[in-house]
Structures are given as C-alpha cells and as structure tokens.
C-alpha cells in the first residue's frame, strides 16, 4: 500500500523566513506579512492545496549571536521585525474550513494562566482546528529583554517546560467535566459550579490556584506540536508530542532522528506512530527540470549569505563570523538548539563534514532543512523515497518566495503525487486532531495529557 504523504506550509509573521535576502525578488511577497489579505490568501491556497496546515513559527528577540550585536539580523530582515503569529489565526480560520494552525508560543516568558485562555479561545473560533507548537527559547537577547540575565540552560528549559504543560492539562482537562455547561433557561443556571473544579497547582515555577476561565473546546487540549530533538527535547517529546518538527540536512541523518524519537515514543509508553514526524524541507519546482534548475539558479541570486550565517550563529549558539569560511565547524558546546550542531557533527561522522561557507551556502534558501530541486516528477520520486527510506510522515515545506514556492507545490507536485496515491484527495472530518490521527478530538487515554481529566483539586494524573 502506498504511503500517504503529508504537507505543513512553513512561515512566520515577518520577512523572507527562512530564506534571507530573497525579499528582494521582484515575485515575493512576504514583506506583505503586515497584511491580513496576504494571510487570508495563503490558506486559501494551502487548503486548496489539502495541506494539514500551516505552521507558524515565532521569536521573542533578535539574532544577536553573529558579530557580537543585532546589527546584521536588523539589515538582512533576518526575522526582524517580526509581529504576533496568534493573531493571524481568527482571520485564516474565517476563511477556510479544514486548514490547521500551528501557532508557536514559548514557556520562558508568558504565565500559564493566561495562556491558556488564550489558546481555548481559539480552539473555539477555529471549530478545533488549533495546534500549539511548544518552545523553550533559545536567544539571549530575548531572556534579557524579559529582565533576565540569559535564558536558563538547554535541559533545565525542558524541565520548566515540564512543569507548564502539568498546569495548562490540568487547566484544559481536569477544571471543567464535559457536562458542566447545561445552559438551563428555565432555572436560569448556565453552568452547574459542583462540575467546574480547582485545579490547585503549587509546583517550583507556578502556583495556579482556581479553575481554567474558559468553558470546554473542541479538542480542549490543543494538537501539541515540538521541534526540539536533542536527548532532553525528544524525551519531553515523546511524553507530550502530537506532531514533531524536524530539520536533519541529509537523509541520513533524518532516519536515525526519526528512529530515536519513534523509540522515544514506544519507551514512553505510546504507539511509536501516535506523532506524525514532519522534515523541514525546501522544494522548487517547476513543469520541467530545466526550469526549475533556471528558477533555483535565479532565486540563488538574491540570497544572502551573511543573512544565512545570522540565522546559523542564532540557531547554535555559535558565533560564525569568529571562523574562517572554510573552517570545518568543530566540537563545540551550544545553549540554543543542540540538535542543530548535532546533525552537522553527524554528517562529519559520516564523511560529510559541513564548512561554515558551506553552511551559509546551505542554509541561504530554507534555513536548516535541505533544498530540492526538479520537475514535479522529479520532487514526487525524491519525497516518497525520503518517506520511505526514513520512515517520516510528511514535510513542513519552507519557501524561497512567498506565495509562490508553495503555488509551485500546489500546481506541479501535489497532482503527480495524488495521481500515485501518495496524497490525500481531500480532509478528513472533525477537528486538527482528528484530521491528523483518526481517533477522535480529544487526547487519546494513553497520552499523559490526558490523565488529568476530571479531577478534583490537587490531584496529580491518574
């Protein structure tokens, strides 16, 4: 049976995302973020496209790390400026009928409380449509502009992390039975408060004392999204992920990621399959390989390489401009993303050892994920060998422009692929979840999320 192949558009509320410096190119319009019409547009064609959704990404700070200062990030609109992706959502949702939304909120800066409410009320507008794709940080310029001196370390980010999931299941599960809420006009009773709870959180980061503010929504939890996979981010992976991002510069490299969080999975007592596992990946295309060769080559030609060494110096935590150009990157230790260093170190391991002008050439278009170019034909065979050789779900698609790599995968790409039957022809029913696993709305009994239903203050998963 041919393996159903899965899509996330890729973006962020600011320019050029992934790929710095092409702003310029005369066809982008990702300088019209400020633009609701822009966004509206999008998932439109997304849906028309039946991607799962779109993922947005999202930062508190600037990249700092290249040189010393912002000063690079600031000129290349290296994710600055960037605005607020949850504001996005309502509109995309008004317009569309099956999209998802996977919308990026970190734990270091927000409380819990409010967050919560926060993500129920779209769960809400969206008819349980809405993913939260959890983050811990990773610049210092954002812990400091919060008043802290710099982020915490890698691991302990995870274990605060650990602790705002707890409030936020209590907060979405256990506050509020399905039943609560019985609208009874005749006695004038809305919601029957013996059936609202407490939920009487006292923990190191956070004491939450009284009941989630909100009524029930759809999938009451949101989707749980996750990128990190370093040993500490797939191990809170495994516990807490519905759908887990990755970004591995070569196939390699991608099937032993994949295998080590599926082994997570399976020893954290789940199905090794219960996440879909996305790859970020680029793809340019176009109806023959010479075009699309003719399209990279001029794409190419508006990239930034220093734009792209911002990015990198940002994501490891490493100052590149430090390194001669054909420096191989070395041991070195990270505070950001460690899995970004880990996969070039594992690349060396395996007889591809990455320069720093090879990493500023690599990630000029499409940041850290690999870059694809071809015929319709051409992408179609290369996805469904990646799937299938490194057992991966699907990919979270970046662009080189905006909207028109993803115009590209709509046109040439997705026709061939549901022509093999490796794409689905249109959207299961129901909410994100449900689309996405098939086994209903709400989060399924085996995952830890859902031992904090229905309890009564205090109590800890059953």
Request: aromatic share 10%.
């Amino acid at each position: 049976m041919t393996r159903q192949i899965r899509f996330n558009a890729f973006d962020m509320n600011c320019v050029a995302h992934q790929s710095s410096g092409l702003w310029r190119h005369p066809d982008d319009r990702s300088a019209s973020y400020k633009d609701l019409g822009y966004w509206t547009e999008l998932a439109q064609l997304l849906e028309r496209g039946t991607f799962d959704g779109i993922f947005i990404a999202d930062v508190l700070g600037t990249y700092d790390v290249y040189g010393g200062s912002n000063e690079a990030a600031i000129r290349h609109a290296a994710q600055v400026p960037v605005n607020d992706p949850v504001l996005l959502i309502s509109a995309m949702a008004h317009v569309t009928e099956n999209l998802g939304f996977g919308v990026t909120a970190g734990t270091a800066y927000e409380h819990p409380y409010p967050f919560a409410r926060r993500m129920s009320t779209l769960d809400h507008l969206t008819k349980g449509r809405v993913g939260w794709n959890v983050v811990t940080g990773y610049l210092p310029s954002a812990a400091r502009n919060m008043g802290a001196e710099d982020q915490l370390e890698h691991d302990d980010r995870y274990d605060h992390a650990d602790e705002y999931l707890e409030v936020l299941y209590k907060l979405w599960e256990g506050s509020w039975e399905d039943d609560a809420v019985i609208r009874d006009r005749e006695s004038g009773v809305f919601t029957d408060p013996a059936k609202v709870h407490e939920i009487g959180h006292k923990g190191k980061h956070f004491t939450v004392p009284g009941i989630h503010i909100s009524e029930p929504s759809p999938q009451r939890t949101p989707v749980i999204y996750q990128a990190g996979a370093s040993p500490r981010g797939i191990a809170f992976a495994a516990g807490n992920a519905e759908a887990i991002f990755v970004a591995a510069p070569t196939k390699e490299v991608l099937t032993s990621t994949v295998k080590r969080i599926r082994d997570a999975l399976e020893a954290a007592g789940r199905d090794r399959y219960s996440a879909k596992i996305y790859t970020l990946l680029t793809i340019i295309t176009d109806e023959t390989p010479e075009k699309a060769q003719a399209k990279y080559e001029n794409y190419l030609s508006y990239a930034s390489e220093e734009g792209a060494l911002v990015f990198m110096s940002g994501w490891m935590g490493v100052d590149l401009s430090e390194f001669d150009l054909d420096e191989p990157v070395g041991n070195v230790k990270s505070n950001a993303i460690q899995s970004v260093i880990a996969n070039f170190q594992e690349s060396a391991d395996r007889g591809r050892e990455f320069t720093v002008r090879d990493i500023a050439r690599h990630g000029a278009i499409g940041g850290l994920g690999p870059l694809i170019v071809g015929s319709g034909e051409q992408i179609a065979d290369q996805l469904q060998e990646w799937v299938d050789e490194a057992d991966v779900d699907g990919f979270n698609l970046a662009y080189a422009i905006t909207p028109g790599t993803f115009e590209d995968i709509v046109n040439h790409v997705i026709p061939v692929l549901r022509e093999r039957g490796a794409y689905p022809e249109s959207y299961a029913e129901g909410t994100l979840r449900n689309k996405l696993h098939g086994r209903g709305d709400r989060l399924p009994e085996e995952h830890k999320g859902a031992g904090y239903r229905v309890q009564l203050a205090g109590e800890g998963p059953s």
